[in-house]
């Protein structure tokens, strides 16, 4: 149990998932309300929403750890799982647990939310084997980041489902959210992938070290802008889209500075910036459902 607890605070810190997972879940939750015009509702769905999509996320972390050991034993060399103290069975098996939790909490919001959950983790095994295209989508990460994306709209379906009665994916705010969810949770996983040339190592997967740097932060910039514009259509007070605007432009400047001086001090910039974009705007979607809709 030791190994596994360090394990998590080394691979899946459960405090920065929760965080980050509910303010999607409950982002998700004010977006059901554009679909049924009544107050944003967090109970029951909330926790079990939750739930659902903090296992589903470590279900992919699990496939990550499977997929990718031949590359992260050379690459990472000190990680728990490269040392051995603890192993890809045991790592299956508490997969295997996760995805079992995923789905009764899914099902417990509702059918349609079972369903959805199903259907992410389904999705999640065409991931772990790479669409069977493995070596292709290497030799092109921004595809292969692409093509794994549309796995967050899945999850967030989950909780939306369960808070709809239904799957209102034909509602306007809804596609915009399950936009906004996607393109700045790519924006996160491109803004924790960039590297300083010192941190460049043999057979890591980076942005930078496949585009290099200038490509990597113009690939940055152009997701954030993604997720600024959707987050403006989404957003209808002034004071929640001029709080966009300034996480976007804080975002877009901690990219810039590191294309100006690729330090490690600023890699780590651009993922705080991404990072916080996407949280930011997790909880400014809240704020201005609950302007609009009320909660309750």
Do not use: C
């Not at 001029?242 to 001090?265: C, D, E, H, I, N």
């Amino acid at each position: 149990m030791t190994a596994f607890r360090a394990y998590l605070a080394e691979r899946f810190p459960v405090g920065a998932y929760l965080v980050l997972v509910g303010a999607m879940v409950a982002a998700t939750l004010s977006a059901a309300s554009w679909a049924t015009h009544a107050p944003v509702a967090f109970w029951p769905v909330l926790p079990l929403g939750i739930a659902s999509v903090l296992l589903g996320f470590f279900v992919l972390r699990v496939f990550d750890e499977h997929k990718d050991w031949d590359r992260d034993r050379i690459a990472h060399p000190d990680r728990v799982l490269s040392r051995g103290l603890i192993t890809l069975p045991t790592l299956a098996r508490a997969g295997l647990v996760a995805a079992a939790v995923s789905v009764l909490s899914a099902f417990a919001m509702g059918l349609h939310a079972g369903l959805w959950m199903v259907a992410a983790l389904g999705f999640s095994v065409l991931m772990r084997y790479e669409f069977f295209a493995s070596e292709w989508l290497r030799d092109h990460i921004v595809v292969y980041a692409i093509t794994h994306n549309p796995v967050v709209a899945l999850l967030m379906m989950v909780p939306l489902a369960g808070a709809a009665g239904g799957s209102p994916i034909g509602d306007s705010g809804v596609l915009t959210w399950l936009g906004l969810a996607s393109v700045s949770s790519l924006g996160f996983e491109v803004g924790r992938k960039l590297r300083a040339p010192e941190n460049e190592k043999p057979m890591q997967d980076t942005y930078t070290q496949s585009l290099g740097i200038s490509r990597a932060v113009a690939l940055t910039l152009v997701i954030h802008a993604g997720s600024a514009v959707l987050a403006l259509l989404l957003l209808k007070s002034p004071w929640t889209q001029g709080a966009a605007v300034a996480l976007m432009a804080w975002a877009v400047a901690t990219a810039l500075g590191f294309q100006r001086s690729p330090t490690p001090k600023r890699a780590k910039g651009v993922e705080l910036g991404a990072t916080l974009l996407a949280l930011g705007l997790y909880i400014l979607v809240v704020v201005d459902a609950g302007l609009r809709f009320g909660l309750s």
